[in-house]
């Protein structure tokens, strides 16, 4: 590693969504195993290391498309989308792996959430690189039934805890194309005197 390729890392890292995935060719869940494990990594407040990570993979797959999307069926009754329920079910059979990402809040009172909030988002980088840097693609996804109160019960978590989305990853088939951000001076001020 030098600076030059993390900068390559850091900066062509991008999102890839399911349509894009090869689909059947897992990936093996040893190198799965390696990109969480840098998320275990990331940095974090009073050790707290506010995170547990749940990995779908094999029939695991099945078992998050049907409960998801029956799920977002039960807890939709005046909003239903047959489109949202079919992509709940869809999604994570495209996936080679699917993450749930899920915040377990510190009980330390001097540590504010958001730096729980936080210490979530470095991990999440950390996937992201680690997915970029084995050459897949994968996403972030807070959609779904991310939000609903009653996703958190089949993770375990305590009411101060947070089920912050999912990770989707797998082998690709179409690289994404077009990123762009705002210029560094737009972004950025220096203070030099
Ligand atoms: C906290 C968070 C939540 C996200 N949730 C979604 C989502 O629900 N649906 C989606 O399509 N993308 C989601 N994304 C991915 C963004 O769409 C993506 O990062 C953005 O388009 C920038 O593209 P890039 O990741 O390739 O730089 C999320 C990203 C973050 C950081």
Known sequence: MNPESFNELARNRRSTFPDQFAEGSPVDDAIVQEIVTNALWAPNHGKAEPWHFTIFSGEGLKTLSTWQSELYKETTPDNFKEATYLKLQKQPLQ?????????????????????????????????YLGVTAYGLGGYWTSGGVTSREKAKEYFNL?????????FLLGHVAIPSTGAKRQPFDEKVTWVRS
């Open 158 to 166: 305590g009411p101060d805890d947070k089920l912050m989305g999912f």
């Open 95 to 127: 996936a080679s792996h699917v993450i749930a990402l899920c915040m377990k809040k510190t009980p330390n009172k001097n540590i504010p959430e958001w730096e729980d909030l936080a210490a979530m988002g470095a991990a999440v980088q950390n996937i």
